[in-house]
């Protein structure tokens, strides 16, 4: 028994050097994968950021083209309306006609009332017209008619001063006829 104990007396020393030399071989293997785990995480990290920066500038790039889609549009109604305000009805308004969305719907009903104040104002002006011919049809009726009136009036006159003249001399003839008869 004592020279089991000799022997792992004089091999404690070597033995205390191999653990030694395990452990800090483990803690040489921990340190590198501790630092390869920290390269890994900055390495995650730059990677997220940058795809946040990157899904960041698509969402304000498709924001911006979705505000743009939606204001030009209004904004050009908007001028077509202010135009059309100021009687201007030969402002051309866009429409877009493969889309079904509100602004479209919008532009659509916009181009046709547009078109209804035309054929209400072609009309207008149409009827206007067939008065103004008529206006001049009734004028003309009303100076045939008075023409006529002033004829009539100058032939009454003329009947009037010859049935004068027959009743002088009736009244001549009957003196006459008084005198013969005496």
Do not use: C, W
């Not at 969402?59 to 911006?64: C, D, N, P, R």
């Not at 009827?127 to 009303?142: G, R």
Request: charged share 25%; proline share 1%; hydrophobic share 45%.
């Amino acid at each position: 028994a004592d020279s089991a104990s000799i022997e792992i007396h004089s091999d404690y020393p070597k033995l205390v050097n191999i653990m030694d030399e395990l452990i800090q071989n483990v803690n040489d293997d921990v340190e590198k994968e501790v630092v390869a785990a920290i390269h890994t995480i900055n390495i995650a990290i730059t990677v997220l950021v940058a795809v946040l920066l990157v899904a960041i500038a698509i969402g304000t790039i498709l924001g911006f083209m979705t505000i743009r889609s939606i204001t030009r549009p209004v904004s050009k109604l908007v001028d077509s309306s202010e135009q059309i305000a100021k009687g201007d009805l030969t402002k051309e308004i866009g429409v877009i006609t493969k889309s079904k969305d509100e602004i479209s719907e919008l532009s659509r009903s916009f181009k046709l009332m547009v078109n209804k104040i035309k054929d209400v104002i072609s009309a207008s002006q149409l009827a206007s017209l067939n008065v103004a011919n008529i206006a001049t049809e009734l004028s003309a009726s009303a100076s045939e008619v008075n023409a006529s009136s002033e004829e009539i009036s100058a032939t009454s006159q003329e009947i009037a001063n010859d049935s004068k003249s027959i009743m002088d001399s009736t009244e001549d003839i009957k003196q006459i006829m008084d005198l013969i008869t005496n």
